[in-house]
């Protein structure tokens, strides 16, 4: 499957913004999926993650209470709604595929597809 991210920008500090990624197969449903971010010089890093049905949400604790992952089967679709955005999540956002729902939902390891990545940079 083949992931398409979308959304980014320059934005200041306390603004909002909503990432998309689009997939190109309706077997997408059946995936868990997830955002990571890769600031310059730095690893990649788990941002959220959504079980296929969307029945859990996970988050890593820098975002948690700001950002919220979502996603619609009928469009193929997961969304990173962020708020409240500050510098240091100035990054290359990325979506990700976990077609075998490995467990691993805060590690690149456990994911089998990965889109381009969108540029968000949090000017202060």
């Known amino acids: 499957v083949q992931l398409q991210a979308s959304g980014g920008g320059l934005v200041q500090a306390g603004d909002s913004l909503t990432l998309s990624c689009a997939a190109s197969?309706?077997?997408?449903?059946?995936?868990?999926m997830g955002w990571f971010r890769q600031a310059p010089g730095k690893e990649r890093e788990f941002v959220a993650a959504?079980?296929?049905?969307?029945?859990?949400?996970y988050y890593a604790d820098s975002v948690k209470g700001r950002f919220a992952i979502s996603r619609d089967n009928a469009k193929n679709t997961v969304y990173l709604q962020m708020h409240s955005l500050k510098p240091e999540d100035t990054a290359v956002y990325f979506c990700?595929?976990?077609?075998?729902?490995?467990?691993?939902?805060?590690?690149?390891?456990?994911?089998?597809?990965w889109g381009q990545g969108t540029q968000v940079t949090v000017s202060s």
């Open positions: 959504i079980t296929w049905s969307g029945s859990r949400r």
């Open positions: 990700a595929a976990d077609r075998f729902h490995s467990g691993s939902t805060d590690s690149p390891q456990g994911y089998d597809y």
């Open positions: 197969e309706r077997t997408f449903s059946y995936y868990d």
